[in-house]
């Protein structure tokens, strides 16, 4: 069973920094594209961003300069994605989800996400 799990959320000052992370871990052979995303209560789920299986990655308009988006090499079988907010402001506050597209063996690939943690900006 494969799972992902994000963490480092928290409560931070308007123009404070997070570091989130998305721990893919289970019965995974490879994990292709992942991406974060994020949702306020009662909106539409909001695209963050995007890392490729080659480091790739981008950010949405409404996070470029503030937010990167980086992930390691495979360590003892967890795959593991970051986001790094900085100069973060009130509207960033969501809950904060990542996806991943994986490959476990004998399966074809599908799109998995974690639970999410929450983000809140304020003072």
């Known amino acids: 069973q494969v799972q992902l799990v994000e963490s480092g959320g928290g409560l931070v000052q308007p123009g404070g920094s997070l570091r989130l992370s998305c721990a893919a871990s289970g019965s995974i052979s490879d994990i292709n594209d992942m991406a974060w995303y994020r949702q306020i209560p009662g909106k539409e789920r909001e695209f963050v961003g995007h890392i490729s299986s080659r480091d790739r990655w981008y950010v949405a308009d409404s996070v470029k300069g503030r937010f990167t988006i980086a992930r390691d090499n495979p360590k003892n079988s967890v795959w593991t994605m970051y986001l790094q907010m900085d100069n973060l402001n009130p509207e960033d506050t969501a809950i904060y989800y990542c996806?991943?597209?994986?490959?476990?063996?004998?399966?074809?690939?599908?799109?998995?996400w974690g639970r999410g943690t929450q983000v809140t900006v304020s003072s």
């Open positions: 996806s991943a597209r994986i490959s476990a063996p004998g399966t074809v690939w599908e799109d998995l």
